[in-house]
Nanobody
């Protein structure tokens, strides 16, 4: 069955870095646009970044531009989110998403907490 499994979250101090990973299985990974979303307590889920099927184009929320980098390895069916210069306002549950014209899948989320 389809699975998206996120990992790499945790507690980090402001200014620190984390790298999130999302391992996919059960579908043809290279056919899907991959995205990272996040949801902070009391807020709506928001798009953080996405990357096209071959990885040639990326898109970022204004709040993370210059600090976060999305990438993918189609051979490993994995998408990554490198997060640098983390801020307390980056605290949220981060979700991996896969979508194409006919379907969309979500992971279970990984908690990122930025606090001193």
């Amino acid at each position: 069955q389809v699975q998206l499994v996120e990992s790499g979250g945790g507690l980090v101090q402001p200014g620190g870095s984390l790298r999130l990973s999302c391992a996919a299985s059960g579908f043809t990974f290279s056919n899907y646009v991959m995205s990272w979303y996040r949801q902070a307590p009391g807020k709506e889920r928001e798009l953080v970044a996405d990357i096209t099927r071959a990885g040639g184009y990326t898109n970022y929320a204004d709040s993370v531009k210059g600090r976060f980098t999305i990438s993918r390895d189609n051979a490993k069916s994995t998408v990554y989110l490198q997060m640098n210069s983390l801020k307390p306002e980056d605290t949220a549950v981060y979700y991996c998403n896969a979508k194409n014209r006919g379907s969309a899948y979500w992971g279970q989320g990984t908690q990122v907490t930025v606090s001193s």
